[in-house]
């Protein structure tokens, strides 16, 4: 085991050094060594703590309500082609829920997928 850390982009553990930068294999995001212990402050997290990103497939983890529509949006519903919107409020994912329309969700009740 390498005692190098995680990617602050994509949270990946195969990341290597390379000419005094740290370079992740999984995603080729490079940063210097000193920035290695400091997290970006627009990364979105899921339920789970999985890190989020634009075009990802998201499932919706518990019913949620939707004002004007006929009935919730249910447990298992699966959100493709996410887009992250930090600094929104709590409601930080924009997409599109297939039946509902366009709306914006809580990264707190989805899970990367």
Request: hydrophobic residues 35%; proline residues 6%; glycine residues 10%.
């Amino acid at each position: 085991m390498s005692d190098a850390p995680t990617c602050p982009e994509c949270a990946s553990e195969h990341t290597y050094e390379l000419g005094g930068f740290l370079v992740c294999s999984m995603c080729a995001h490079e940063w210097s060594p000193e920035a290695a212990g400091a997290e970006p402050q627009d990364v979105i997290r899921d339920a789970v703590g999985n890190v989020l990103a634009d075009g990802d497939t998201v499932t919706v983890i518990k019913d949620l309500k939707v004002r004007g529509a006929s009935g919730p949006i249910k447990v298992g519903t699966k959100v493709r082609n996410i887009r992250l919107a930090p600094g929104v409020g709590d409601h930080d994912i924009d997409c599109k829920v297939d039946g509902f329309g366009p709306m914006q969700l809580k990264s707190s009740v989805v899970r990367k997928a």
